[in-house]
């Protein structure tokens, strides 16, 4: 399946390769879901019973590649992978699991909990980009 189309980001020509890698990694993250969810939509429209199974097929298929990413994210970035100890495989809802992790603090925000995680990465990837347009001049290496 073709990737989606990358949607509009600064690019930043020094970004140490694991901040990159850890990019690569959730935009194709990001892409196999989409790719699931497109087979999925496909085969719940399909009259034909032979091509719905082989969408499902399909959709099983991304979601399986997206399962590898998740766990490449789990063992290289510290911080997804003590989330995952928090929330994955767990019975209950996922606020109680919230609040056992949290000490039971309310959380009004919690759509904001995931920026709030992205912010130190955005934040070290425009530092990084500061330096080095102010190590070279602002020109390009």
């Known amino acids: 399946m073709t990737p989606a189309t990358p949607r509009p ?19 194709a993250l990001r892409e196999e ?3 699931m969810v497109g087979y999925r939509e496909r085969a719940s ?4 019973p032979e091509l719905r199974e082989v969408l499902h097929h399909n959709a099983r298929e991304e979601a399986e590649h997206a399962a590898m990413l998740i766990e490449w994210l ?3 970035e510290s ?30 925000s919690d759509a904001r909990g995931i920026e709030l995680r992205i912010e ?8 990084t980009a500061m330096q080095s347009a ?6 390009h290496a």
């Open 45 to 48: 429209r399909c009259a034909d």
């Open 120 to 127: 130190p990465l955005a934040a070290t990837v425009q530092a």
């Open 74 to 76: 789990r063992r290289n």
């Open 33 to 35: 879901i989409d790719a």
């Open 134 to 139: 102010a190590s070279t001049g602002g020109r």
């Open 79 to 108: 911080s997804f992978a003590e989330e995952i100890d928090t929330y994955l495989y767990r019975d209950g809802s996922l606020m109680q699991a919230e609040r056992r992790a949290t000490g039971g603090e309310s959380s009004t």
């Open 9 to 27: 980001t600064e690019v930043i020509d020094h970004v140490p390769s694991a901040l990159s890698d850890l990019r690569f990694a959730a935009e």
